[in-house]
């Protein structure tokens, strides 16, 4: 069965420095999407991704943020400068069509220290 | 901006017990979506419902929406360990908003 993954599981860094997340969607669906979910808290929308560009995002994806699809396969998230806060799982899920069944990662647990 | 409230927060129950968690919106859904979600994993999607006053049944599971669009039910018969998880009620518009979650232990 198809699925979305993602690398790496884990991540740790130090306070400031950049990470980059990856994401390997499902091959025919066209909708990208990240998401994260703080320890214990809900899951919260980061940003959406479709024709190369992105849909829609949200207060959270600030301009440390960005998006990518550098070779036509991984879906990457940057975090630029990371910040303690930013600590949580990041999922990544990808849709077929718009508003169609979204298929999940495992996530990346991203631990900034 | 559209809030999701869930209830309970936790609940830990006995297999073979009922259960029902609910899901309230501060507006009417898009379309209604329930996920389930195990530690380390990514949530998996249970259901949509679109229509108010739709029923759908999963095996065990029966899932219920209000017919003003704004609330959704969760009924779990003879609750089993395997049913163990988190559990997410979504809005589907482009992207998915989801509810604060309850989370759900079975005991054995």
């Known amino acids: 069965e198809p699925e979305v993954t993602q690398t790496p599981s884990h991540q740790v860094t130090q306070m400031g420095q950049e990470v980059i997340l990856r994401c390997v969607p499902i091959?025919?669906?066209?909708?990208f999407y990240w998401y994260r979910q703080i320890l214990g808290q809900k899951v919260e929308f980061l940003v959406s991704?479709?024709?190369?560009?992105?849909?829609?995002k949200s207060e959270i994806f600030d301009d440390q943020f960005s998006v990518e699809r550098p070779d036509g396969s991984n879906f990457t998230l940057k975090i630029r400068s990371t910040k303690l806060e930013d600590s949580a799982m990041y999922f990544c899920?990808?849709?077929?069509?718009?508003?169609?069944?979204?298929?999940f990662g495992q996530g990346t647990r991203l631990t900034v220290v | 901006t559209q809030l999701l409230e869930q209830s309970p927060q936790f609940l830990s129950i006995q297999e073979g017990e009922n259960l029902t968690v609910y899901c309230n919106s501060s507006?009417?859904?898009?379309?209604l979506q329930w996920y389930r979600q195990e530690p380390g994993e990514g949530p998996v999607l249970l259901v949509t419902?679109?229509?108010?006053?739709e029923v759908k049944k999963l095996k065990r599971l029966t899932f219920q929406f209000g017919d003003a669009r704004k609330d959704s039910s969760l009924h779990i018969t003879a609750a089993q360990t395997g049913d163990t998880g988190l559990y997410l009620c979504?809005?589907?518009?482009?992207?998915?908003?989801f509810g604060t979650g309850t989370r759900l232990q079975v005991f054995p």
């Open positions: 899920a990808t849709t077929r069509d718009r508003n169609t069944e979204a298929f």
């Open positions: 091959s025919n669906h066209l909708y």
């Open positions: 991704f479709y024709n190369n560009e992105i849909s829609e």
């Open positions: 507006s009417v859904f898009s379309s």
């Open positions: 419902v679109v229509t108010g006053g």
């Open positions: 979504a809005d589907n518009t482009d992207k998915l908003i």
